[in-house]
């Protein structure tokens, strides 16, 4: 599944991991129901990007010429100080990774620890 949020952004969507090609049917759903010139997702999924990037048609060099192509991923990062605070009263680091999980927060390469 997945749902649009305006006329070209999809701001969330579906699929069953354990169906082979449940990501690339999703994908091509997405693309099919849109021919806007540029659609945005609200969300970065590397299974996706990589899904677009490996089956993108390249543009031909006359394409080239006459249109720019972009495949864009951009990330803003909100950071962990939007979730911690004195108000937490957390003491490990056991206690922090549960808050964070409650909270659904997805870690980002520079949160590790």
């Not at 701001?11 to 010139?37: N, Y």
């Not at 060099?61 to 979730?83: H, P, S, T, V």
Request: aromatic letters at 16%.
């Amino acid at each position: 599944y997945f749902v649009w949020k305006g006329a070209d952004e999809v701001c969330e969507m579906g699929w069953d991991p354990g169906q082979p090609d449940s990501l690339a049917a999703v994908a091509r759903a997405i693309f099919a129901e849109k021919s806007a010139p540029e659609l945005k997702f609200s969300f970065f999924l590397p299974e996706l990007f990589d899904y677009i990037a490996g089956h993108s048609k390249p543009p031909t060099l006359d394409e080239m010429r006459r249109q720019k192509y972009y495949i864009r991923k951009e990330a803003l990062y909100c950071g962990l100080f939007k979730l911690i605070s004195d108000k937490l009263e957390m003491r490990t680091t056991d206690g922090l990774l549960d808050r964070l999980r409650s909270s659904n927060y997805i870690f980002w390469d520079m949160d590790h620890f």
